[in-house]
């Protein structure tokens, strides 16, 4: 074809559609029935699974002569904070009644050094594994993931044997020994996909500049690695905290966990059964891993577009 | 150009991953202050030989010296190399400035040496304003500007680029060539330049290494690569548009020798023979650009063809044509640009051609 056949080009002739309108510019967004229905449907949802909350929240604040009406799911007539203050002070477990902050405390005491080393160790793992791979490295990975699969029922008669014999079971440091080794598999699985998702060229380039194991590590990788770490600190914080057989088996009557300490308080039977102290005591041992999802939510959505290595 | 001694000699070097062997007893000396480009198709192992030189791979055999010392066995902070990555690999958490210091604030170097080395740095790669930005903040050809730099600062003898112009655009990559070639005219420092990019590689080489499969093809000036390949890979991995091959056969016709293919006679008394040719198949090879288009009768050797297909380029007007039944490329200006489907004549010298031998492909 040469330039001399080609005719003038028509415009092109627009129709209008059924409603007489063009189309033209940003597309008109419509509300259909069947959105509304999903919308509907998602509320009611939501409002039901909501359910169990709301008489958590309203039995707590009722005091025990209003409970006895049975109107589960009436406004508290005298709102009254008393359960909740009995839930933390006063509450009974056997012939102790400290209420539940003994075993708030002690559930700190085991998560944040659990969190803290278990974190430090899982990266260190991680980096090494993807950035000095020795001798059967991968095997050892291998082994590690498995870990991840073994029923803790299997090894915590094994372990209580091995605590013991050093001993250091039902101790502080016992329970934080246990939980490390078993946020090992998960969490080095996690830091190991994250540091290998690095460009290697980064790893490479420090070696060239001078730098060795820890210094590329601490200098380098973990800056880089707030996202992954915050990842890391969600599931083991949450993990943790619920735990509730390595509290009760390891730790010692001296550290039971909240959770132990909460179905001691729930399971008390002498008495009259205190459904409002109950209820404020549950509410507040899921306080914190609610408290932990809430707040680190944004900070991992952040810390995800935050972690736009590349380039 | 100071070519005094030997900067980085490669000697006997293998490298096996388990049972492939990605680099087989190569050899190779880079003089002081030479730019050398080791070119190839990817999996040639010409990255895999450049992280050698740096000691980032751990070699199987053979052995490395860097200004006369044997650095086989030396850590890649220890050889006296920096390198720059196809990547860029800055620190993204670390500004700009935090990036070129890293390799000091290692070494332990005083603040004021750092300070001035910097300022050295950044003033020759003009990133002075960039100093206090982290790399998120920066374009692509500011990032590989900054890890030249970080090359520049740590004061070594030879600078190794692995691909680094590879994820820029065509204009900043054109741009930052000649950035590089200054570079290296200002520096003096031994180079070792890692491409797939023949045009990198033809404007920036003292001297092209041609790879493939772990075995450098040809180490030569760009100029001699390209006008006489030593064998039908590199003539044809080199220059765009392709060489054109011609299979045919060698023949010896009372005194001189010719090449046959169908009814079409190629005389070769002007072409220079590496050695006594003996009757056979063979290859034929012309570039494009060494073929003069309707341009008279006074070539050694003249044919007349058909356009098929037409190519405007702007520059000039990629022509292709059948000579005989074989597929020809003729590169013409583009005022002379034919139609298609016109009688034309095509003549060349002979002398300018590179004959291979069918088998094996090296140059005959």
Same mark, same amino acid.
């Given at each position: 074809m040469t330039a001399g056949q080609i005719t003038a080009i028509q415009p092109v002739q627009d129709a209008p559609d059924q409603a007489g309108v063009a189309p033209f510019g940003p597309k008109p967004r419509h509300v259909s029935p069947g959105r509304i229905g999903i919308y509907v449907f998602l509320v009611v949802a939501a409002l039901f699974f909501l359910i169990p909350v709301y008489i958590m #929240?309203?039995?707590?604040?009722?005091?025990?002569?209003? #409970?006895?009406?049975g109107h589960l799911f009436s406004l508290p007539a005298e709102p009254t904070f008393q359960p909740w203050a009995d839930a933390w002070l006063h509450a009974c477990t056997g012939r102790d009644c400290n209420g539940l902050s003994p075993g708030f405390y002690n559930s700190l005491k085991i998560t944040v050094p659990s969190v803290i080393i278990s974190i430090i160790c899982a990266s260190i793992n991680g980096y090494a594994l993807t950035f000095w791979p020795y001798k059967g490295a991968n095997l050892l990975f291998g082994l590690l993931v498995f870990g991840a699969f073994v029923p803790y029922q299997v090894v915590i008669y094994p372990l209580i044997i091995g605590l013991s014999s050093v001993g250091l079971f039902a101790t502080l440091p016992g329970i934080i020994i246990v939980h490390t080794i078993f946020g090992m598999p998960i969490l080095t699985l996690l830091f190991r996909n994250f540091y290998a998702a690095l460009p290697v060229e980064l790893f490479k380039a420090a070696r060239v500049d001078g730098a060795g194991f820890w210094r590329i590590f601490f200098s380098i990788m973990l800056p880089m690695s707030v996202p992954i770490t915050v990842v890391a600190v969600i599931l083991q914080v949450t993990g943790i905290w619920n735990d509730f057989l390595f509290g009760i088996v390891f730790a010692g009557r001296s550290n039971w966990p909240m959770t132990v300490q909460l179905n001691n308080i729930v399971n008390t039977t002498t008495g009259v059964r205190e459904y409002n102290v109950n209820m404020a005591a549950t509410i507040l041992t899921a306080a914190v891993p609610l408290i932990i999802y809430f707040v680190s939510g944004r900070w991992f959505v952040r810390g995800i577009a935050a972690g736009a290595v590349k380039g | 150009m100071a070519q005094n001694g030997t900067s980085v000699s490669i000697q006997d070097l293998s490298l096996n991953f388990g049972a492939v062997s990605v680099l087989k007893t190569l050899n190779l000396d880079v003089a002081e202050g030479e730019f050398v480009v080791l070119l190839g198709p990817s999996g040639c192992g010409k990255s895999t030989l450049l992280n050698c030189v740096a000691g980032l791979l751990d070699i199987s055999e053979g052995r490395i010296f860097i200004k006369g010392k044997n650095v086989t066995w030396e850590e890649p902070k220890d050889r006296g190399i920096g390198m720059v990555f196809q990547s860029y690999a800055l620190y993204p958490q670390m500004t700009v400035e935090k990036n070129l210091s890293f390799g000091l604030r290692v070494a332990g170097l005083p603040k004021e040496e750092i300070a001035k080395r910097i300022a050295r740095a950044a003033e020759i790669l003009q990133i002075e304003p960039l100093l206090q930005r982290k790399p998120s903040a920066l374009s692509g050809g500011q990032r590989q500007r900054v890890a030249i730099g970080r090359a520049l600062v740590r004061d070594v003898d030879v600078f190794l680029f692995d691909e680094p112009l590879s994820n820029l655009d065509a204009k900043l990559r054109s741009e930052l060539r000649v950035e590089i070639k200054l570079l290296h005219r200002k520096l003096q420092n031994t180079m070792i330049y890692v491409t797939h990019d023949q045009i990198e590689a033809m404007t920036l080489a003292d001297r092209i290494a041609v790879m493939k499969g772990g075995v450098i093809q040809q180490l030569d000036a760009p100029q001699t690569i390209y006008n006489r390949p030593v064998n039908r890979f590199v003539a044809g991995f080199l220059g765009s548009p392709a060489m054109?091959?011609? $299979?045919?056969?060698?023949?010896? /016709?009372?005194? $001189?020798?010719?090449?046959?293919?169908? /009814?079409?006679?190629?005389?070769?008394?002007?072409?220079?023979?590496?050695?006594?040719?003996?009757?056979?198949?063979?290859?034929?090879?012309? &570039?494009?650009?060494?073929?003069?288009?309707?341009? !008279?009768?006074?070539?050694?050797?003249?044919?007349?063809?058909?356009?098929?297909?037409?190519?405007?380029? !702007?520059? /000039?007007?990629?022509?292709?044509?059948?000579? !005989?039944?074989?597929?020809?490329?003729? &590169?013409?200006?583009?005022? &002379?640009?034919? &139609?298609?489907? $016109?009688?034309?004549?095509? !003549?060349? $010298?002979?002398?300018?051609?590179?004959?291979? /031998?069918?088998?094996?492909?090296?140059?005959?």
């Open positions: #929240i309203v039995t707590s604040l009722k005091g025990m002569p209003e #409970i006895r009406l | 054109n091959f011609i $299979d045919g056969r060698l023949e010896k /016709d009372k005194g $001189d020798w010719y090449f046959i293919v169908e /009814d079409v006679r190629i005389p070769l008394a002007t072409y220079a023979f590496e050695k006594e040719p003996v009757p056979g198949p063979a290859v034929f090879g012309m &570039r494009p650009e060494h073929v003069a288009f309707n341009s !008279g009768t006074g070539w050694p050797f003249t044919a007349d063809a058909n356009v098929e297909v037409v190519e405007p380029m !702007g520059s /000039d007007t990629l022509v292709w044509l059948k000579l !005989g039944k074989q597929n020809f490329t003729v &590169r013409v200006t583009s005022e &002379r640009t034919p &139609r298609n489907a $016109d009688a034309v004549s095509i !003549g060349f $010298d002979p002398m300018r051609a590179s004959l291979f /031998d069918a088998e094996t492909g090296n140059r005959l």
